[in-house]
């Protein structure tokens, strides 16, 4: 079977807006989408694939091919190129060395279910109908289900049980070449695209590979580390509330995975709840190493990146990991004095929004 990992998610509410974004046009251009050049072709020519009535709008960095006159693109054009600055912003911060595309990074909304599944059958070769989208790393392109329409909306809207195929998708063999993208089942908005896009840039900057199998905290981690909801402070360092309140409520019960296994997982379990714990536990974990260890960070995704596109199993992973960070068990004990710290924060963050005098004015 062909090489291919498919990052899923469901879609289906309107694209969010960022306010506060810079260095781009607020209406992006608008064209045909058989115009658009290289970059909407890669390894397939896209004007065999979609509707003629498809347009493209460019910006900087990226090409939204979309049904036309549909209002959410401004609003996804500024977002996206947003993440970019920020992304680039933080792993260059990191002292990562990154690479950039030389050719514009494509999304292709379909205003239809049925438009979007025979894409995905076409391209992938594989039957995607029970998502509403997925990041493709053997296409390089984002492909989603989305509309202006409510009527449309609705019918595309994915139900509880697409949420957990989702989870299930998780436990197939790496060969079938699917991994999750979120078992959350959430409407597609700001965080959910920054999500992606996340993936999207990770694979394009040399931070990750495309053909190699990554584990886990790895991929989601870092996603999931750029999830963020319009506010022009969102950074690894204010955090993520949604993920972290999931990760200490895991680490106050007890329900953690031990990063002896944790390190080396690829896969999530089929229930929904417990697939939420292992995303909120790659996020913060990806945050604890990126913060706290961002030079063996570095070695260690500089290794993978020599890996030939293969399926690798649970202990060559455990040994690729502690070689680069060493033995699980020690960095256990520097695990848990970070989780500790972000709960004594967290708990002081809440103490301190319920004092009577909270949000008031200082006396003059």
């Known amino acids: 079977m062909r090489q291919s990992v498919l990052f899923l998610f469901t879609a289906a509410g309107a694209l969010g807006v960022c306010a506060s974004c810079r260095c781009f046009e607020p209406r992006p251009p608008v064209q045909k989408a058989s115009s658009v050049g290289s970059e909407s072709a890669n390894s397939t020519a896209l004007g065999s694939l979609l509707d003629a009535s498809f347009e493209a709008a460019a910006t900087e960095h990226f090409v939204l091919l979309h049904e036309p006159g549909a209002g959410y693109v401004a609003g996804a054009c500024r977002t996206l190129e947003y993440a970019y600055g920020h992304f680039y912003e933080v ?109 999207q840039l990770s694979f394009n900057s040399g931070i990750q590979k495309r053909g190699v199998m990554y584990p886990l905290w790895v991929s989601e981690g870092l996603a999931t580390n750029f999830e963020f909801d319009g506010s022009v402070d969102a950074d690894l360092d204010h955090g993520n509330t949604a993920r972290c309140n999931g990760l200490l409520a895991a680490y106050a019960a007890g329900e953690l995975v031990p990063l002896r296994q944790f390190v080396a997982q690829t896969t999530v379990p089929p229930e929904t709840h417990v697939g939420r714990r292992y995303y909120a536990q790659a996020w913060g974990f990806f945050q604890f190493i990126l913060t706290e260890r961002p030079e063996n960070l570095r070695r260690y995704l500089h290794r993978l990146a020599q890996e030939r596109p293969d399926r690798r199993d649970a202990n060559t992973m455990l040994t690729e990991f502690t070689e680069a960070f060493g033995s699980p068990e020690t960095l256990e004990l520097s695990w848990n004095t970070f989780l500790s710290h972000q709960a004594q924060q967290a708990l002081a963050g809440r103490s301190a929004a319920m004092r009577p005098d909270a949000g008031l004015a200082p006396m003059p």
Request: aromatic share 10%; proline share 4%; with cysteine.
């Open 91 to 199: 792993f260059s911060r990191a002292g990562f060395d990154l690479s950039r595309s030389k050719d514009r990074l494509v999304w292709i909304c379909f205003p239809r279910k049925s438009s979007f599944s025979k894409y995905a059958l076409q391209v992938e070769g594989m039957d995607l109908s029970w998502l509403d989208g997925y990041y493709s790393t053997l296409t390089n392109r984002v492909a989603i289900v989305q509309t202006d329409q409510m009527r449309r909306r609705e019918e595309a809207a994915p139900s509880s049980r697409s949420a957990v195929r989702v989870a299930v998708a998780a436990n197939r063999s790496p060969r079938d070449g699917v991994l999750p993208m979120s078992v959350t089942g959430q409407r597609f908005d700001v965080t959910r695209l920054t999500h992606e896009v996340a993936h």
